[in-house]
């Protein structure tokens, strides 16, 4: 059987996390509007008896500004080490620019495959796609240009049975019903985060994090989490509690039904706003919130 790892890389907002639930088939990875949404590097597993892929998908590629942002472009670096594939994944809907041929030409040397997924080509007409792969066509180590809508699924099929191809024979790295590495408390808190940013103005969630106090089954089946939303302001305390505590009640309420369908059972959920003024540069609150750059390879 087709086995190996397979890294989605590119600019933020390209479409990574909406890929990797879509090859998965289950809600790996949380997807907002939002740029720089993904902050950790998540393994989502697609399984079939014929083959295991292991998608990672990591933040965008950015200039790092501060601690957080270097965690974020710590787990793009480790997330090239020992894949089989990279998939440079880019919106047809921005412009090619310098960052992309200088992106391409870093992380498209030395001898893993490297494929190019022209994400929200749905988006943009023939003519377009046509102007795009033909200004990409030549670049040194591309080895396949493909078309792609991650969001309704358009050419997926294709992008997939590419990578299959460039995959090796082997023995599956994780038990076929498994389709993530990460724990239950951690998409508890990608989940909570991601209702966060779908709510809140545009100008608040960078500086929104979560963390999980509490993630207990109880003895009924029922599950019970105690979070905290994290904020650096106030003022950003105040918006995600909202008038009469809408804003919270709200994102309590979309984030339990999607916790409850991960876990497939009744949640009881609690969730508290905090501030903890820059805690983007706090080593101690990153590590508290699950950004510790010791996790990851040097």
């Keep these: 059987m087709k086995v190996g790892f397979?890294?989605?890389?590119?600019?933020?907002?390209?479409?990574?996390?909406?890929?990797?639930?879509?090859?998965?088939?289950?809600?790996?990875?949380?997807?907002s509007w939002k740029p720089q949404t993904t902050r950790n590097k998540i393994l989502?597993?697609?399984?079939?008896?014929d083959y295991q892929m292991v998608i990672v998908d990591t933040p965008g590629i950015h200039k790092a500004k501060?601690?957080?942002?270097?965690?974020?472009?710590?787990?793009?670096?480790?997330?090239?080490?020992g894949v089989e594939v990279i998939v440079y994944v880019m919106a047809m809907d921005k412009k090619l620019d310098d960052t992309d041929f200088a992106n391409i030409k870093k992380y498209s040397v030395g001898d893993t495959p490297f494929v190019i997924a022209l994400n929200k080509c749905d988006e943009v007409d023939q003519s377009a796609i046509m102007e795009r792969i033909a200004s990409l066509k030549d670049v040194e180590g591309v080895d396949s240009i493909?078309?792609?809508?991650?969001?309704?699924?358009?050419?997926?099929?294709?992008?997939?049975?590419r990578l299959l191809q460039l995959l090796p024979d082997g023995e599956r790295f994780f038990d076929e019903d498994i389709y993530t590495d990460k724990s239950m408390?951690?998409?508890?808190?990608?989940?909570?985060?991601?209702?966060?940013?779908?709510?809140?103005?545009?100008?608040?969630?960078?500086?929104?994090g979560v963390l999980i106090n509490k993630f207990e089954y109880q003895?009924?089946?029922?599950?019970?989490i105690?979070?905290?939303?994290?904020?650096?302001?106030?003022?950003?305390?105040?918006?995600?509690?909202?008038?009469?505590?809408?804003?919270?009640?709200?994102?309590?309420?979309?984030?339990?039904?999607?916790?409850?369908?991960?876990?497939?059972?009744?949640?009881?959920?609690?969730l508290y706003v905090r501030v903890k003024e820059d805690w983007r540069e706090s080593d101690f609150l990153l590590n508290q919130l699950g950004y510790n750059l010791k996790d990851l390879k040097d």
């Design 66 to 81: 501060n601690a957080l942002s270097k965690y974020m472009m710590k787990s793009v670096e480790t997330g090239q080490e």
């Design 146 to 161: 493909i078309p792609i809508s991650a969001l309704t699924g358009k050419n997926t099929d294709m992008l997939k049975d």
């Design 185 to 208: 408390r951690f998409m508890a808190a990608e989940i909570i985060r991601e209702k966060a940013l779908r709510n809140l103005d545009e100008e608040i969630p960078y500086g929104i």
């Design 219 to 224: 003895n009924n089946g029922v599950v019970s």
């Design 44 to 49: 989502g597993i697609a399984n079939s008896p």
């Design 6 to 31: 397979i890294s989605l890389i590119g600019k933020p907002n390209a479409g990574k996390s909406t890929l990797t639930n879509t090859l998965v088939g289950e809600k790996v990875s949380i997807v």
């Design 226 to 270: 105690d979070a905290d939303i994290v904020c650096e302001k106030q003022s950003h305390k105040a918006m995600v509690i909202g008038k009469g505590g809408a804003m919270i009640k709200k994102i309590s309420t979309q984030s339990r039904q999607d916790i409850e369908n991960m876990v497939d059972g009744k949640v009881f959920l609690n």
